[in-house]
């Protein structure tokens, strides 16, 4: 659509549009795209690009190995993109497994809606929803993390017979009543250049994991030392080169390609919006098919053993599996363990066949 029939786009304070171009969806939703080079030469991800179209928004995604293999779907969270699971796609797809990374709408190489309020938990869920029926993937096994678990398990609870399996790391499905928001949001974002990641603080480490998660959100938006590299460091056991800290910043090289991570925190307060995950968890507790936990313990907010037994305790599929938690991995696990992830998830392939 021509952008002279859409309005001005509502970019938050101090968003300079510099040489980006702004696009407009056919109903009028305006989002930006990361120019190719800045993925040239990414350490480690020699993937083809591929693209479908998702509610007028061009969404990237990888697909290896062998197109009749068992289809496994990675999907990550904030404020990764695809570059999260380059240690696990080769091994899985070496082991015959079709593999499907897709960038989440707002990051990596698919198209970032420009302003904050074009994203919603919901939303989210819609978008990723809508890639699956693009690519038209069934008998799906997934492996979720961080929002990719709030993302993904919400889909699977919506169609639980298109999934043959489920494979959770470092994240949950949580139930927020209707019209219940869990933070304290500025009501302008103005942006701060004092605050600094909470993480990352040694100031702030005495916080409860609550108030930290409050800070977090705050800060994402409007934080101007906002950087997803330095998130990515902060919660990895693992050294990360230079190369690959630039490898997570790539696709955001300026403030308004950055709306989609910057708000994801903050879509905890959409979270009571109608309807709620309370269907959605009915239907995960129900869950007959496989469904495997992986997590790292050095994560204080999502790695502890009462988020893992949220899946492993209640959902029936995952009774009599190797759930495993590893004490020298952090939230960002696929960074830290990320060929035992692969090699465990083939393993879970070939050993629950479909019925």
Not at 172 to 199: A, C, K, R, S, Y
Not at 266 to 293: H, I, K, M, W, Y
């Amino acid at each position: 659509m021509s952008a002279t029939t859409c309005p001005e786009p509502n970019l938050p304070p101090a968003t300079d549009a510099g040489t980006a171009e702004i696009r407009f969806t056919d109903s009028c939703r305006p989002c930006v795209r990361t120019p190719d080079e800045r993925f040239a030469d990414l350490p480690d991800w020699p993937f083809e690009p591929r693209y479908t179209t998702v509610d007028g928004l061009r969404v990237h995604y990888v697909d290896e190995g062998p197109s009749d293999g068992e289809v496994v779907v990675l999907l990550h969270g904030q404020p990764t993109w695809g570059y999260l699971y380059r240690k696990m796609i080769p091994v899985l797809s070496a082991a015959g497994h079709r593999v499907v990374v897709p960038d989440l709408v707002g990051t990596g190489r698919s198209d970032k809606p420009v302003q904050i309020e074009d994203y919603r938990f919901l939303q989210h869920v819609s978008w990723f929803e809508g890639f699956l029926d693009a690519l038209d993937l069934r008998d799906i096994t997934i492996f979720v993390q961080d929002w990719g678990s709030l993302i993904g398990l919400r889909a699977v609870g919506n169609d639980p017979d298109r999934y043959a399996r489920v494979v959770v790391a470092n994240g949950q499905l949580p139930v927020v009543p209707e019209g219940f928001e869990l933070l304290q949001l500025p009501d302008e974002l103005e942006p701060d250049d004092d605050m600094v990641l909470p993480f990352a603080d040694p100031g702030l480490q005495g916080l409860s994991w609550a108030e930290q998660f409050q800070r977090w959100a705050v800060f994402s938006l409007v934080g101007t030392k906002f950087r997803a590299s330095d998130v990515v460091d902060s919660g990895t056991a693992t050294s990360l080169s230079p190369e690959e800290l630039a490898a997570y910043d790539a696709p955001f090289p300026s403030r308004i390609h950055m709306a989609g991570v910057r708000a994801f925190p903050s879509l905890v307060n959409t979270l009571g919006e109608a309807p709620t995950n309370e269907a959605a968890q009915a239907a995960l507790d129900a869950f007959e098919r496989p469904a495997l936990t992986l997590f790292g313990r050095l994560d204080k907010g999502l790695g502890t053993d009462a988020v893992q037994s949220l899946i492993r305790d209640r959902v029936p599929g995952a009774a009599g599996l190797d759930h495993h938690a590893y004490d020298d991995a952090s939230h960002f696990i696929q960074e830290d363990k990320g060929d035992d992830l692969a090699r465990r998830v083939d393993e879970l392939i070939r050993s629950t066949p479909p019925t």
